[in-house]
């Protein structure tokens, strides 16, 4: 893992080999490539539980994908998936073991950390959490009035925040309608206002969600979250214990902060903010879809850390969608990558990746602690399906810039949309297979011409295509889909760091804007209650090393 001595990447003999394929391959366009394989279309797929992929819109030959998956076995990618999954410490700049797959392994599976097996830890807060989730979709966990509760607020921020709040949004048509789940992550009150304003705080339940219990936008919320309720109902803090649980690996503060450890749903040190909405912090998401639900996402989940851990090189997907990334970055400087999903439902589903991808790649620093002179993560972004054409697909057609992307489509829309609307799921899907076919064949100027538009006007009318996608379709969004989803780019991300041999799992480059934060907001605060102006003092700010909070 941490090898020192190891050969830089952009200096191994497989590094060298991409370069020269990569001037071989030239401006080779996809509508060749095709032209000189007539199965192109079905062979360049792969199967992944419910996952059906499809890259063969890549600027790729079977030659580079043999040579990229040479890099990944130089790289040693399968010794580090191994060592994450046997429970060693491979975030070795916090020493801690990376085990979200345990969250997701069965009651009889054995992974071990410092000589413990934790699985059974995770079956015992699963039950826990199905038991409180349970009672509170039921009406049996009642407010400190009595009264049942009706509405459930997530506080957090980051992986507190974006993992519940994506998957409750994907998963909305199989929550129970009758609660209100609502999300809290912003520092700016108005989020929290907006939040609970017309909410009955009787009926109302917060669920805190900090793997720390330190953070300080989720503290100054949850804080201001028990003022509004202890305003509303008018009584001391012996409410707090029937409208406030914690979910946090922080026992110590969660009671520091009023809230009955008996009430805290626990996770681990092992798992990194950005993987755990598979942990506690997954219980407003569990109150919203149930259980069973919950364990069928659980399964998805599992299901592609499986193929990742056993699949082949040439059929293992995670490994496949990861060397790819790795081509563009550093064999045609693409900068970002573009993730567009077909589904309103998955409406949070790229701000969930750009934290899960940019926070773990987001790296200049290899293993060995020297700068890297390679791409490392990509810049992520997108929205869902066919709002993105009406914005910013113009760039990625005709602009200059190159975007890999990522098209994910459903067969058939989600069983409970009345027919009338489910019927305009054919005319969503002729966008989706319509955007991925021009953008990798593009229209040629004969083509153009062909069609009578006068000369001066041909440029324009020109497409050049050939931007790479991968379409990933499944049959039907459900929450094992969902799992299987978000395994296989956590997986994804895992590969492309083994190969650029960075650390995927710590997040210091978050720490500084925290700790200057919390160095002006006093300034700031006084400044306001004198009336005064601010002023920049551009004074030294020390520069603490800040414990680490995720
Ligand atoms: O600031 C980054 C971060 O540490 C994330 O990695 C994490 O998901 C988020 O803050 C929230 O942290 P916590 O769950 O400890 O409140």
Sequence with gaps: MNAPGRTRLNQTPEWTALGKHREQLGQTHLRELFAADAARGSEY????????????????TP?????????????DVTGLRDAMFQ?????????????????????????????????????????RMAAFAEKVRTGEWTGHTGRPIRNVV?????????????????????????????????????????????LDAAETLFIVASKTFTTIETITNATSARDWLLGE????????????????TNAEKVGDFGIDTANMFEFWDWVGGRYSVDSAIGLSLMIAIGPEHFRELLHGFHLVDEHFRTAPAEANAPLLLGLLGVWYGGFFDAQSHAVLPYSHYLSRFT?????????????????EGQRVDWQTGPVVWGTPGTNGQHAYYQLIHQGTKVIPADFIGFAR??????????????????????????????????????????????????????????????????????????????????????????????QWGVELGKVLAKEIAPALTATADSGGDVEDSGGDVERSGGDVED
């Design 233 to 248: 109902l008018k009584t001391g803090q012996e409410a707090v214990a029937r409208h406030f649980v914690a979910l946090s």
């Design 413 to 506: 829309p989600v069983a409970d949309l009345p027919p009338a609307l489910a019927a305009q799921h054919d005319l969503l899907m002729a966008n989706f297979f319509a955007q991925t076919q021009a953008l990798a064949f593009g229209k040629t100027a004969e083509e153009v011409r062909a069609e009578g538009v006068p000369e001066r006007l041909v440029p324009h009318r020109t497409f050049l295509g050939n931007h790479p996608t991968t379409t990933v379709l499944a049959d039907e969004l459900t929450p094992s889909v969902l799992g299987q989803l978000i395994a296989l780019y956590e997986h994804k991300v895992f590969v492309q760091g083994a190969i650029w041999n960075i650390d995927s799992f710590d």
């Design 45 to 60: 797929t792969l199967r992944v539980g419910d996952l059906h992929l499809d890259y063969s819109k890549h600027l790729v």
């Design 87 to 127: 429970g060693e410490k491979i975030n070795i700049t916090e020493d801690r073991a990376v085990l979200h797959t345990a969250l997701r392994a069965p009651r009889d599976a054995v992974v071990e950390v410092d000589g413990e097996n934790v699985v059974p830890l995770v079956h015992q807060v699963l039950d």
């Design 351 to 367: 701000a969930y990746l750009q934290q899960l991808d940019m926070e773990s790649n987001g790296k200049s620093v290899d293993r």
């Design 154 to 198: 997530n506080i957090g921020i980051g992986g507190s925040d974006l993992g519940p709040a994506m998957a409750y949004e994907a998963l909305r048509s199989f929550t129970t309608r009758d609660l209100t789940i609502r999300f809290v992550s912003n520092v700016d009150g108005a989020d929290l206002h907006e939040a609970v304003r017309d």
């Design 63 to 75: 030659e580079t994908l043999r040579l990229l998956r040479e890099l990944a076995r130089a790289a």
